[in-house]
């Protein structure tokens, strides 16, 4: 996970990492830099207040359906920003 980390807080995109039981492991720096988030708060689902309204149904359903069948998923959504 070293290895994983310090290439994800080298690269320009947001990365996150949870466990098979949905709680979050990693989120990289542009996570917090991005978001504005502490870490509390991110571990605390703060995260879904960050969701575009009309992305929030669709994104809670699929994080949702992943957990329940372990499967990976793929999704784009739209988040606001600390400075939106």
């Known amino acids: 996970m070293n290895i994983l980390r ?3 807080d080298n690269i320009p995109q947001i990365v ?10 990693y989120y990289n720096r ?6 504005g ?6 571990n605390e689902q703060g ?4 969701f575009h309204p009309d992305d929030v149904e669709g994104a809670n359903q699929c994080w ?16 606001r920003g600390a400075f939106d």
């Open 64 to 79: 949702a359906e992943a957990l329940r069948t372990g499967d990976q998923y793929e999704i784009e959504f739209r988040l």
């Open 6 to 8: 310090q290439l994800a």
């Open 30 to 35: 542009n996570w917090f830099e991005f978001t």
């Open 16 to 25: 996150w990492v949870a466990r098979p039981d949905g709680s979050h492991e």
């Open 47 to 50: 995260w879904n207040r960050l």
């Open 37 to 42: 988030l502490a870490s509390e708060e991110s």
